[in-house]
């Protein structure tokens, strides 16, 4: 095997995809703010019509009302208002953390009294449907699921059983199937509308990253759903990133940033808006955006490392393409910047990706290969990659310069890599590492 392909193939064994950039709600799960208990008020009603209530609700489950989104009776809007500081509310969490965010609360007024359009949502009905209503209304969320599977075998496609298993999902924390059920509806009724535009914005981030066409289709329907809220815009950005619709994913979470503010208490939705909109900017080749991006979110959050590892990120991406593309020149720049970014550990791969880049070019330096790879080994020195990229390094030196030391070299980091392979199950790189070990005359 030649040098090149040698190298190629160890690179394939390694895999770009530890180089791949990490959507911001892609990485932990995510689950939206809720109303736990509806507040009431003492401002008479005076009629029928729907509010829109924007709630900041803080990690700590304390909350503030912010203002009217929407209101198609203004008579409404001060029984809305209390009603909704009245209220409390679940933060929304990203993993098992609360963090603060935005919830608009939907008030539906009917005469004399108010519902959610969630209340109105699951209540009423006849049979199957009545059913599937008592088991969400009592939280039984994974039975009436059940229970709506059994109803959709015998008249599937039905809307309203749909819409209540779609419903059941969501508050079951299911959003993908909650998003996928509701995809299945034409035509989704007012009351559901609030639900499933939650379901579809939240399904849009978690799906980016592996289906970018999909979660686009449910970022947009949220925004139809929802008149185009926070959230929504949110997840409309993230979709628009992972198809690389870059300016206007830009522009979309460039306005949700700006809606956020300077509250104090929106710092970790700014933080975690921050973080995706930084990739945005290094996507369009805006160093200045992004910078700018950068120094909040370390004003924002000191001992964070969040915008460091999307920098970091970027350009590992961008050197892997480069790799793919033959352009080694231009890999090795995109490499030293990842590893300059200040996220330790995409620095270990940054740099053994630097080695495999340098032992590439036409006229390859071997010793600062081995020197990118000893940086790496130092910094990580049980990393496989790292020390393959060592051995490999080093096998290369010995080819030319016959010393004894240099095969010891090379023959302990290769054969060190083909241990941690081996103890880490992945048997396609050990076999690679021992295809290196056979090349060097024992």
Do not use: W
Not at 119 to 127: D, F, L, Q, V, Y
Not at 285 to 312: F, T, V
């Amino acid at each position: 095997m030649n040098r090149i392909s040698r190298i190629v193939a160890a690179l394939c064994a390694i895999g770009v995809a530890s180089a791949a950039v990490p959507a911001l709600a892609q990485s932990e799960d995510y689950s939206i703010a809720k109303v736990i208990k509806q507040g009431t008020t003492g401002h008479a009603i005076s009629g029928s019509g729907t509010v829109q209530v924007q709630v900041q609700v803080n990690a700590d489950g304390t909350h503030k009302v912010i203002k009217i989104l929407k209101s198609s009776n203004h008579g409404d809007d001060n029984a809305a208002m209390e009603i909704a500081q009245n209220s409390t509310y679940r933060p929304a969490r990203r993993g098992s953390t609360p963090i603060t965010t935005f919830y608009d609360f939907n008030l539906r007024f009917n005469g004399k009294s108010v519902q959610t359009p969630e209340e109105a949502a699951i209540s009423g009905g006849g049979g199957a449907t009545a059913a599937i209503d008592a088991l969400v209304r009592s939280g039984k969320y994974k039975d009436a699921i059940a229970k709506a599977n059994a109803a959709l075998l015998s008249s599937p496609g039905n809307p309203a059983v749909l819409q209540l298993l779609g419903v059941a999902q969501y508050y079951d924390n299911d959003f993908v199937d909650a998003a996928t059920t509701f995809n299945r509806v034409d035509d989704i009724k007012k009351p559901f509308q609030p639900i499933a535009a939650q379901a579809f914005a939240t399904g849009a981030v978690r799906v980016s990253a592996t289906n970018p066409s999909q979660s686009l289709d449910f970022a947009h329907k949220a925004m139809v759903l929802s008149g185009g809220d926070s959230t929504s815009k949110f997840a409309l950005g993230v979709a628009q990133l992972a198809n690389k619709q870059y300016p206007d994913a830009v522009a979309t979470l460039k306005s949700v940033h700006d809606q956020l503010g300077d509250d104090p208490k929106a710092k970790a939705a700014k933080i975690n808006v921050d973080q995706v909109l930084l990739q945005a900017y290094l996507a369009t080749n805006d160093p200045a955006g992004a910078q700018a991006i950068a120094n909040e979110m370390k004003s924002l959050d000191p001992s964070g490392n969040g915008a460091a590892r999307a920098i970091a990120q970027h350009y590992l991406q961008a050197g892997n393409d480069a790799m793919k593309a033959a352009d080694y020149a231009g890999a090795l720049k995109d490499f030293d910047q990842a590893a300059s970014a200040g996220s330790p550990p995409d620095a270990v791969t940054a740099n053994t990706f630097a080695a495999f880049a340098m032992m590439s070019l036409a006229k390859p330096d071997y010793d600062k290969a081995k020197q990118y790879a000893l940086k790496a080994v130092a910094a990580a020195p049980d990393d496989v990659q790292a020390n393959f990229a060592a051995g490999v390094a080093y096998a290369d030196i010995y080819s030319t310069s016959k010393k004894n030391d240099d095969k010891t070299q090379a023959l302990t980091y290769l054969k060190k890599s083909d241990q941690l392979a081996k103890a880490a199950g992945n048997e396609g790189l050990a076999l690679q590492i021992e295809s290196q070990i056979k090349n060097i005359p024992q």
